[in-house]
């Protein structure tokens, strides 16, 4: 069957291979019990139906990386990206040895694609026979398995082995830019390498987006996190800007806002997407930030930012 043909500038009907994104596997008796004490989201609750959005952090709070969660078949995946991968694999080893897991990066026996649009849902179809509705809703099967994602639009994360008996029949760009423009849209920050320790997870909104489970018991980093929640001490939060012209990545840039004839720092961009004469970024940022506020890169005066608003309210 021929594949249908996409056109990747366009925000509507697209598909991504998302090459900058690898997958951490976690096997064993143990797997759940491990990983609970570990990140921010609760384990208990996932299910071959559901996805849970989470945080893997230090002792201190700050974040190693931020992650989608899928069960599938006897594992649990790990989906992050490969510029902090390693690093977070190393640490959640750290204190493997002691549990019955084995945790694995396996990048390498997987395809990811995320998209939208009529013709990406067509070839889902194909696949796993209808479509998740809701978000972070999960379809599997043996070809893999496929996550909606309801902000800033309908769109869908699919995650298949390599050595799938039948794959994703759809043309792919070989780009990530437009699902990384639609993740900052739905003001969904992320950690790099750039960016690696420097943020607890409120400082990038991810108590607004549900990954962080307050109820759920002890896991490192977990007393950092409840303080910043219960005692207000955040005064940095998530913020998305757009400027009216496009740059190179600008991930782990300086913001700088004006305040007479003088600039100040301002904050430090954690992602940022390209397209069609605009440049997206997810920025953190004084929690008091308004919408309307512009804020200039360090590095490239002449580039403006100005701040959007966010899809949910700040928690």
């Not at 056109?7 to 509507?12: E, G, V």
């Amino acid at each position: 069957m021929s594949q249908p043909t996409l056109d990747h500038s366009q925000t509507k009907q697209y598909a991504n291979k998302l090459k900058n994104n690898g997958v951490i596997v976690l096997t064993g008796d143990e797997k759940i019990k491990y990983l609970q004490g570990q990140i921010t989201a609760d384990v208990n609750k996932l299910t071959d139906e559901n996805a849970l959005l989470g945080c893997h952090c230090d002792f201190k709070g700050k974040i190693w990386s931020v992650f989608y969660t899928f069960a599938w078949q006897d594992s649990i995946l790990l989906i992050t990206h490969n510029s902090v991968l390693d690093k977070s694999l190393a640490e959640l080893n750290k204190y493997g040895v002691f549990a019955k897991v084995e945790i694995t990066n396996q990048s390498d026996k997987w395809q990811i694609t995320g998209g939208s649009g009529s013709l990406f849902e067509n070839a889902i179809i194909e696949l796993f026979d209808e479509l998740p509705v809701g978000d972070q809703v999960v379809k599997s099967d043996a070809y893999g398995l496929v996550m909606s994602v309801t902000r800033p639009e309908q769109r869908y994360l699919v995650l298949q082995p390599n050595n799938a008996a039948k794959q994703l029949n759809c043309d792919v760009a070989e780009n990530d830019k437009l699902w990384e423009i639609a993740n900052i849209k739905a003001g969904l920050g992320d950690i790099r390498e750039a960016t690696i320790n420097e943020y607890v997870p409120q400082m990038l909104n991810l108590q607004a987006l549900q990954a962080i489970d307050f109820e759920k018991g002890c896991y490192m980093g977990q007393e950092v996190v409840a303080r910043t929640k219960y005692l207000g001490r955040n005064k940095r939060a998530g913020f998305i800007l757009k400027a009216e012209s496009e740059n190179d990545d600008l991930t782990g840039e300086q913001l700088e806002y004006q305040i007479g004839d003088n600039w100040r720092p301002g904050g430090k961009i954690l992602r940022s997407g390209a397209n069609l004469g605009q440049t997206w970024i997810f920025a953190v940022l004084a929690i008091d930030t308004e919408v309307g506020s512009a804020f200039r890169v360090k590095s490239s005066p002449n580039t403006i930012f100005v701040a959007q608003a966010l899809p949910y309210p700040l928690q």
